[in-house]
């Protein structure tokens, strides 16, 4: 089993003008598909402190670490500059399927600027901030995870 953490970056949420429901909506995807959420958090769009957050997470193992919110046009959406400022590899693939696949849904997808990566021994995925784009983007990938996973941590294909 591969633990998880899920990261809600919002201005708002955090300081409490609205509930977060990314954040649990993602939670009980990647449980539903048998990963261990271990951490959830509601942070700032502050990039140092995005930045803070997915560095302790890697350092702590934690296998997968999904972003919800900051990937959009709006001035204090900085979710993808600051995981790529983490990550040591870039897995693009990840990000470019769920923009193909939520375009067959809605041509806004294009607009979302979520990225993917690696960082130690973890993968970050940054998905959109809305309940319904987070859960459909995930969807989209996490029939494929278990596999990259398996590689970044060793394990041989059987």
Known sequence: ??????????????????????????????????????????????????????RDAAEKGIHLIITTGGTGFASRDVTPEATLSVIEKETPGISEYMRMKSMEITPRGMLSRGVAGICKGSLI?????????????????????????????????S
Do not use: C, W
């Open 125 to 157: 995925i940054n998905l959109p901030g809305s309940p319904k784009g987070a859960a459909e983007n995930l969807s989209f990938v996490l029939p494929h995870l278990t596999h990259g996973l398996d590689m970044l941590n060793g394990k041989k294909e």
């Open 1 to 54: 089993m591969y633990t998880a953490s899920v990261i809600t970056i919002s201005d708002r949420a955090s300081s409490g003008i609205y509930q977060d429901k990314s954040g649990p909506t993602v939670s009980r995807l990647l449980s539903e598909n048998g990963y261990s959420v271990i951490d959830t958090q509601i942070i700032s769009d502050n990039k140092d402190f995005i930045i803070n957050t997915l």
